[in-house]
């Protein structure tokens, strides 16, 4: 593979984002230090990077993970990429396939850590009857999956929060802001259980205690020791060691957009304040949108 042609590809790219596309200067220099790295890393992995492969790409996104980024920021290579090899494309440099291939949901799905509705069933069923903390271990992974509420807003929540006759809960997100989350069967049966057997012997030395998950003292749970817990449950079941309660979240908003929820009434869902933040999970839907064209429109 010839660097110097790849180096000149991205030349190029940068002149057209900024000659025709106005891009800002920061957006230049964010683009331009990405595709850097990938030009570095392509001149020793790549014989040619106008015929890259989905491999040649997951390979990619493994040397960046690798290399300790964050979900957010391999993400953003991975958008680097594709704004390169589009404009590769109008080029006539490269072909349509190519740019299809960063936008496969195998590739997207590596950004951030999901899994799937069968493995989310098996976590959640990670408590066993008879273990100490059962009850509210297992009403605990239930409404983290439930609501889709970061690991603090669920050590927030208050008695006062839940409405389990309704089905739903209020949260309390970033800012202070206020939001209302459905609650399914499974969660308010868990829910009830913990509540009506449990917690009364946990909070034994402080009855007044007002936060709905505790600690054997009484006390609010804490972000660490939910992080704890799903550590102890995730190793159980010998999943990815990437999974954390944050990943419940990913799940829950992946599997809304894949079963046909409204990305609005996603972000509200998860508190997002820009619509941005959630689109990060669209790509998991490309393959129900493309069927769905096929299936209904007129010259498909």
Same mark, same amino acid.
């Given at each position: 593979?010839?660097?110097?042609?790849?180096?000149?590809?991205?030349? #190029?790219?940068?002149?057209?984002?900024?000659?025709?596309?106005? #891009?800002?200067?920061?957006? /230049?220099?964010?683009?331009?230090?990405?595709?850097?790295?990938?030009?570095?890393?392509?001149?020793?992995?790549?014989?040619?990077?106008?015929?890259?492969?989905?491999?040649?790409?997951?390979?990619? /996104?493994?040397?960046?993970?690798?290399?300790?980024?964050?979900?957010?920021?391999?993400?953003?290579?991975?958008?680097?990429?594709?704004?390169?090899?589009?404009?590769?494309?109008?080029?006539?440099?490269?072909?349509?396939?190519?740019?299809?291939?960063?936008?496969?949901?195998?590739?997207?799905?590596?950004?951030?850590? $999901?899994?799937?509705?069968?493995?989310?069933?098996? =976590?959640?069923?990670?408590?066993?009857? +008879?273990?100490?903390?059962?009850?509210?271990?297992?009403?605990?992974?239930?409404?983290?999956?439930?609501?889709?509420?970061? #690991?603090?807003? $669920?050590?927030?929540?208050?008695?006062?929060?839940?409405?389990?006759?309704?089905?739903?809960?209020?949260?309390?997100?970033?800012?202070?802001?206020?939001?209302?989350?459905?609650?399914?069967?499974?969660?308010?049966?868990? /829910?009830?259980?913990?509540?009506?057997?449990?917690?009364?012997?946990?909070?034994?030395?402080?009855?007044?205690?007002?936060?709905?998950?505790?600690?054997?003292?009484?006390?609010?749970?804490?972000?660490?020791?939910?992080?704890?817990?799903?550590?102890?449950?995730?190793?159980? =079941? +010998? /999943?990815?060691?990437?999974?954390?309660?944050?990943?419940?979240?990913?799940?829950?908003?992946?599997? =809304? =957009?894949?079963? +046909?929820?409204?990305?609005?009434?996603?972000?509200?869902?998860? +508190?997002?304040?820009?619509?941005?933040?959630?689109?990060?999970?669209?790509?998991?839907?490309?393959?129900?949108?493309?069927?769905?064209?096929?299936?209904?429109?007129?010259? #498909?």
């Amino acid at each position: 593979m010839s660097y110097l042609s790849l180096a000149d590809d991205v030349v #190029a790219f940068r002149n057209y984002l900024r000659a025709e596309r106005g #891009a800002a200067v920061n957006t /230049l220099l964010a683009y331009g230090r990405d595709l850097d790295r990938f030009a570095t890393w392509a001149i020793v992995h790549l014989d040619d990077h106008l015929k890259p492969t989905v491999r040649d790409f997951a390979a990619y /996104l493994a040397h960046l993970r690798g290399g300790g980024l964050a979900a957010r920021s391999v993400a953003r290579h991975l958008v680097a990429l594709k704004m390169f090899y589009r404009f590769l494309r109008l080029e006539e440099r490269t072909d349509a396939a190519t740019v299809e291939l960063l936008s496969t949901p195998s590739l997207w799905e590596r950004i951030p850590t $999901v899994l799937t509705p069968e493995q989310v069933g098996k =976590l959640l069923d990670g408590p066993q009857p +008879g273990e100490r903390f059962y009850p509210r271990d297992r009403a605990l992974l239930e409404v983290l999956y439930a609501t889709g509420c970061r #690991a603090s807003e $669920v050590c927030g929540l208050k008695l006062a929060d839940l409405h389990l006759e309704s089905a739903y809960c209020k949260c309390v997100g970033k800012g202070n802001k206020q939001r209302i989350v459905p609650l399914h069967q499974k969660a308010v049966a868990a /829910l009830r259980d913990y509540l009506g057997s449990q917690r009364p012997r946990l909070t034994r030395k402080q009855p007044d205690a007002s936060w709905v998950f505790v600690s054997r003292g009484g006390k609010p749970l804490s972000r660490v020791m939910l992080w704890v817990l799903v550590k102890k449950y995730v190793r159980r =079941l +010998g /999943l990815s060691g990437r999974v954390s309660p944050h990943t419940l979240r990913h799940s829950f908003a992946t599997h =809304l =957009l894949s079963g +046909g929820a409204d990305l609005r009434a996603v972000q509200e869902l998860l +508190g997002h304040a820009n619509i941005r933040t959630t689109q990060q999970y669209t790509h998991v839907d490309r393959d129900r949108l493309k069927a769905l064209h096929r299936r209904f429109h007129p010259r #498909a």
